[in-house]
């Protein structure tokens, strides 16, 4: 295996913080999860210095990844970008939940400061960090994280859903009042299950009040897969009305999937005045082509 040197960080560096244009969008995120996968304090210190871009869908991602990284030299960076109020919400709530992700309980002071913040997607990220921190700190975290069959550090583990029919944790999941970490532990119950009556469960998410739990649904979706979504992510993105945190994520969704009506769809709405959804589809239709593909990893690590 050839060796990760100083020139592997170099040219990654290159590509991620390139803005002269030469290198698209897509180039940068694959580069971004590049640097995700090796880790390393030199890694999470590139990706740090791309929240100086104007792009608020590329520093959301930085954000993200440096959350699944679980390297807690990111925590400071990840803070720093919680409490910038000049900040897009959308950032600052993905720097909470990568907080959240890292798992380290130095973040709850800050994080029980924002968990009253007067944006709602920051706020509630930050109410779900809380809960993600303290789960695992409790007896039954480890077994808890077992049950996921994804990668992903999610910000709430999946339900215990022995004996739990999927119309009942579909209850659990539209249930609003029920604090919010429960529900997105029956959120991630049913993304685990996997069939199509799992999928028109969480689709009734996207008709939640809250704009982080219908972009948490698009985001589940992506990680599924799963056809049957495509009617529901296609819908939230055509609205213009929608929140764009949520339609930027069902773009990416509909990406992953990668069936053929979605193509023209992520082409139409690559010309969208939102910025983020316009990027967001530019992306999309990147994975488009790399699920397409059929390519081993979406990024490759150069090495020397």
């Known amino acids: 295996m050839a060796t990760v040197n100083d020139s592997t960080h170099t040219a990654l560096?290159?590509?991620?913080?390139?803005?002269?244009?030469?290198?698209?969008?897509?180039?940068?995120?694959?580069?971004?999860?590049?640097?995700?996968?090796l880790k390393d304090d030199r890694s999470v210190a590139i990706i740090s210095e791309g929240f100086q871009d104007t792009s608020s869908l590329l520093?959301?991602?930085?954000?993200?990844?440096?959350?699944?990284?679980?390297?807690?030299t990111a925590l400071p960076v990840l803070e720093r970008v919680l409490?910038?109020?000049?900040?897009?919400?959308?950032?600052?709530?993905?720097?909470?939940?990568?907080?959240g992700a890292l798992g380290s309980a130095s973040s709850l002071p800050v994080l029980e400061k924002f968990a009253a913040h007067r944006e709602p997607a920051i706020a509630e990220t930050c109410e779900l960090a809380i809960g993600r921190i303290r789960h695992e700190q409790s007896r039954d975290a480890t077994v808890a994280a077992k049950s996921s069959a994804y990668t992903s550090v999610d910000p709430a583990p999946a339900a215990?859903?022995?004996?739990?029919?999927?119309?009942?944790?579909?209850?659990?999941?539209?249930?609003?009042?029920?604090?919010?970490?429960?529900?997105?532990?029956?959120?991630?119950a049913l993304r685990n299950r996997g069939d199509d009556a799992s999928v028109l469960a969480l689709a009734q998410g996207l008709t939640d009040s809250s704009c982080l739990f219908r972009h948490e649904i698009g985001f589940v979706f992506g990680q599924m897969q799963h056809p049957a979504s495509v009617p529901a992510l296609t819908r939230a993105l055509e609205d213009s009305t929608e929140a764009a945190m949520v339609r930027h994520e069902c773009a990416e969704a509909l990406g992953s999937i990668a069936t053929p009506e979605v193509l023209p769809i992520l082409k139409k709405f690559s010309q969208d005045e939102e910025r983020v959804v316009r990027e967001s589809c530019i992306v999309a239709l990147d994975m488009y082509d790399y699920e397409q593909s059929g390519q081993f990893q979406y990024a490759t690590v150069p090495t020397t």
Do not use: I, W
């Open 83 to 99: 409490r910038e109020e000049t900040e897009d919400p959308m950032v600052r709530h993905e720097a909470a939940e990568a907080m």
């Open 13 to 37: 560096r290159d590509l991620l913080l390139n803005t002269s244009g030469q290198v698209s969008l897509a180039e940068r995120f694959r580069a971004l999860f590049s640097l995700k996968a």
């Open 160 to 188: 215990a859903d022995e004996g739990l029919s999927t119309a009942e944790l579909g209850r659990q999941l539209m249930d609003t009042s029920l604090p919010l970490f429960e529900r997105y532990r029956a959120m991630f």
């Open 59 to 72: 520093k959301h991602e930085l954000a993200y990844v440096l959350g699944q990284m679980g390297n807690l």
